[in-house]
């Protein structure tokens, strides 16, 4: 059930309505909208009178949400999420752009990859220092080591860093180094770890299971918006289907349909989405014209060497054409992407 608050109530109003369903046993979630206070009351609600909320002092109005996913949803909150780290805004007129090589594989490779994508405009780097992968005589990632080079790297060249972290042991060693917790596909419905993600200190980046219906995708976000966790992304990076030309099928009109269903921000993966390099660009393009919130892409200056996902990840001169090609695309749908800079 939402409670919204009549605008510009006295906070005792407020304490009263939260202490009144606090003592019923039930979970409250405040937030604090441009006009209006909205509670969200969690917890079996079907016992709970709404006549009796909205006839409390200071209550505007009480509704049900009909939808299964609750704080995820339009119907809690109608307006855009949109939040900041550092100085760069998710969810807003700002079109944010992540990139850097799929693994971490030493020092130098994220210091030379990471000067390259900040020149052209990228925002935040990318790079899996704990990497999931289908077989476990494969590359598994630099681990904490590679966290600490991708940290001084992201720093060095004005980056904020996101990475994948792959198990609820892993967060707060992660949490140490990162802006951005990225949850992987195969991920998505590990559900002690996405709980565990409702008490990170860090925004969410969740990619979209690899055959994850959008409910599914939505309630995958509802674990760590009830845990207390607001900041979350969301991020299309392609399905599986029937056809195998493509590494998966890149669902572009799941872009504005979870836009529609949530406020929270929604971004796109086309190089895990298509999985070949020369279809990176058409596809990043496709995703900011549907209206995306931002891009990640993979990048790397010796693909053909890549530890894991040579054959998807850009040169660096490709992934300038991407920057200066979507930033006239963004603009066309009232969003700027980041002009390239001299670092
Ligand atoms: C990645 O970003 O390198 C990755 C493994 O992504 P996904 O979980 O979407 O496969
Ligand atoms: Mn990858």
């Known amino acids: 059930m939402v409670i919204l608050m009549e605008k510009n109530t006295p906070e005792v109003n407020v304490e009263r309505v939260i202490e009144y369903l606090d003592k019923a046993g039930y979970d409250v979630h405040r937030s604090t909208g441009v006009e209006h206070i909205l509670l969200g009351v969690i917890g079996d609600t079907a016992r709970l009178d709404i006549r009796t909320m909205q006839l409390m002092d200071g209550v505007a109005d009480a509704y049900r949400i009909t939808a299964p996913y609750k704080l995820v949803s339009r119907e809690f909150k109608s307006d855009d999420t949109i939040f900041k780290i550092g100085d760069v805004t998710f969810g807003g007129d700002e079109t944010v752009v992540m990139a850097g090589p799929c693994s971490i594989e030493s020092e130098d490779q994220i210091m030379r990859i990471a000067e390259k994508v900040a020149r052209a405009g990228a925002r935040v780097l990318r790079g899996g220092a704990f990497k999931p ?150 596809m990043a393009r496709a995703a900011v014209a549907a209206g995306a919130h931002g891009l990640m892409i993979e990048v790397h200056d010796d693909p053909d060497h890549a530890f894991s996902d040579g054959a998807q990840s850009l040169y660096p001169e490709q992934f300038e054409e991407l920057m200066s090609q979507i930033r006239v695309i963004a603009e066309v749908i009232g969003r700027k992407v980041a002009e390239p800079v001299a670092v």
Not at 154 to 174: N, R, W
Not at 193 to 198: E, H, K, Q, S, V
Not at 215 to 235: D, H, P, Q, T
Request: aromatic content about 10%; charged content about 25%.
């Open 133 to 282: 992968r289908t077989s476990p005589y494969s590359f598994q990632g630099m681990g904490e080591e590679g966290l600490k080079y991708m940290r001084a790297a992201a720093d060095k060249f004005g980056l904020l860093m996101i990475t994948e972290v792959m198990d609820k042991d892993q967060i707060e060693l992660v949490e140490e180094y990162t802006d951005i917790i990225q949850v992987g596909a195969r991920n998505m419905q590990n559900f002690t770890f996405i709980r565990a993600l409702g008490k990170a200190r860090k925004p969410v980046f969740l990619k979209r299971g690899i055959s994850a219906t959008y409910k599914e995708w939505l309630m995958a976000a509802e674990y760590i918006l009830s845990g207390g966790n607001r900041n979350v992304i969301f991020c299309e990076r392609g399905i599986r289907t029937f056809e195998s030309y493509t590494r998966n099928t890149m669902d572009i009109g799941a872009i504005p349909v979870i836009q529609k269903l949530s406020h929270l921000p929604v971004f796109a993966d086309p190089s895990h989405g298509i999985g070949l390099r020369d279809k990176v660009l058409p």
